[in-house]
């Protein structure tokens, strides 16, 4: 059997469970926690993955790694998890099984599609570095298609053309990856170097520091391009994304 064979088993195998299950994906919604004392399997595996990955950061996480907190050997996990890769996918998975899908409105879709987003990041900020992951390789979770098919249906409530609805979810799916990429590596950089990042207003005045001959613009609107609270950033792209997905209607 070849791998894209095996794949493929493996696919129709989680869309049966699903069925079986009353179309939810089985064991998606277990809790995240400290490895115990039991037989090796891959939900074991996913926990301690993310036990080491709130310790330590995704970077630091590896087969070996896991390994090692498992007291067993490397080769031992792939009976469970065939290789970093779909441990990826299976971390982003239960990530996303953690996220609540509204029914559509076409009245409140906008509101519903940022909601869902904003869920989806808050996930990923609770794991440093983890949103890395999503960029691995194309979703095979069943919970992670049930992302996509949730902000599919709001997007197609609304009015939305099919492949314009699909390209925004693409888009929405890559921001919010990688601004939760952004945010955890520089609260790691915080940490390792022991000191605060620099506030607004202090890059504030380091870009008023600039040559205005060179700089005339960023010089003069410093604040603004050094302006915002919180996740307000986040919000301002997306519904910008959103606003464009409603002028094409």
């Given at each position: 059997?070849?791998?894209?064979e ?19 994906a089985?064991g ?17 595996i ?45 971390l ?36 440093p ?86 700089f ?34």
């Amino acid at each position: 059997m070849t791998e894209r064979e095996s794949s493929r088993d493996r696919w129709a195998d989680q869309v049966a469970a699903l069925e079986a299950h009353g179309g939810r994906a089985s064991g998606g919604g277990a809790s995240v926690g400290r490895a115990r004392k039991q037989p090796l399997s891959s939900e074991r595996i996913v926990e301690v993955a993310f036990d080491i990955i709130a310790a330590e950061g995704y970077e630091a996480l590896t087969m070996r790694r896991i390994a090692v907190a498992l007291g067993t050997g490397p080769a031992s996990l792939y009976a469970h998890v065939r290789n970093k890769a779909e441990l990826d996918d299976l971390l982003i998975g239960r990530l996303c099984a953690a996220v609540p899908l509204p029914e559509p409105s076409a009245t409140d879709w906008r509101a519903q599609f940022l909601d869902v987003c904003r869920r989806l990041r808050d996930e990923y900020l609770r794991y440093p570095g983890i949103s890395a992951a999503a960029f691995t390789a194309a979703p095979h979770s069943l919970e992670t298609m049930r992302i996509s098919e949730g902000l599919l249906s709001i997007l197609l409530e609304a009015g939305v053309e099919p492949d314009r609805a699909a390209w925004t979810i693409d888009a929405a799916f890559l921001y919010v990856s990688a601004y939760s990429l952004e945010h955890s590596l520089r609260e790691q950089a915080e940490e390792r170097d022991g000191e605060p990042a620099r506030d607004a207003g202090e890059l504030a005045e380091r870009l008023r520091m600039l040559p205005p001959t060179l700089f005339p613009n960023t010089v003069a609107h410093a604040d603004a391009l050094t302006s915002g609270r919180g996740h307000e950033r986040f919000d301002f792209t997306l519904e910008l994304l959103l606003r464009g997905v409603s002028d094409g209607r």
